[in-house]
């Protein structure tokens, strides 16, 4: 399973692709506000430098197909690990799988997003996406279990071989991130703040700190020793 940031945050992505768990990186246009990336493109060419050979996904930031077909396009040549986020449909209900099979027509890789029912996921694996990104926290507002529609839609790629990877982002708690692994993401893209709990624990730290503290008696009863054979010496 794969881990991406879902981040804009240069100094959070630097500090955890240096950590050595970060695969890839996802944004949305409320991230890269959140973060202050107010210019898309000088934003987006950053964080594809910082991300190396890794995707970094962008989004599209219109309501019109034709328009997302234009700014996919333009993303596309800022770089070559550029992936663009098309969302299923648009805010008014209108189908944006037409832009997901164009752009694949056209080797652009994208990642099918804003889904939050299994259906959503297998159409846009249909139309091409390479990547579906199924939000769970959103599904849970809803009342309705993530859970559930990560381990059908896996179930439904893996049972017709579509090569299409989940994505499992609107992370909210820690325990988002073990559920969707479970019930089979390949890929969880997860907030910069929830890996800083993941990794931390208080009983770790104690055994840790018990550890640290009984070498340092132990190096101080050589200091003694040390000391007591020095002063046998000079007798
Ligand atoms: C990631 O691809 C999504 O854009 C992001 O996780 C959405 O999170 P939210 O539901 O907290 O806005």
């Not at 132990?218 to 010496?233: N, P, R, T, Y």
Request: hydrophobic share 45%; proline share 3%; with cysteine.
């Amino acid at each position: 399973m794969q881990i991406f940031l879902d981040s804009a945050d240069c100094r959070e992505i630097e500090k955890w692709l240096q950590q050595g768990v970060i695969d890839g990186l996802t944004t949305n246009p409320s991230i890269m506000f959140k973060d202050a990336v107010y210019d898309i493109e000088q934003g987006a060419r950053r964080l594809c430098v910082l991300l190396g050979a890794r995707p970094v996904s962008v989004e599209v930031t219109s309501n019109d197909c034709q328009e997302m077909l234009v700014q996919a396009r333009t993303f596309a040549r800022w770089a070559q690990n550029i992936v663009v986020k098309v969302p299923v449909i648009n805010e008014f209900g209108e189908s944006c799988l037409g832009v997901i099979n164009a752009l694949n027509r056209e080797g652009i890789l994208v990642n099918a997003t804003a889904i939050l029912s299994f259906n959503q996921a297998i159409l846009a694996t249909k139309a091409g996406a390479t990547y579906v990104s199924i939000f769970a926290g959103r599904v849970a507002d809803e009342g309705n279990d993530p859970t559930t529609v990560i381990r059908n839609v896996r179930q439904w790629l893996d049972a017709w071989a579509y090569s299409a990877k989940i994505i499992v982002g609107s992370i909210r708690a820690v325990m988002d991130v073990q559920t969707a692994a479970i019930a089979g993401a390949h890929i969880i893209t997860i907030p910069p703040q929830f890996l800083s709990k993941m990794v931390d624990h208080k009983y770790t730290r104690e055994t840790v700190g018990q550890f640290v503290g009984d070498a340092n008696k132990a190096l101080e009863q050589i200091a003694h020793a040390k000391v007591a054979a020095g002063a046998g010496g000079l007798r």
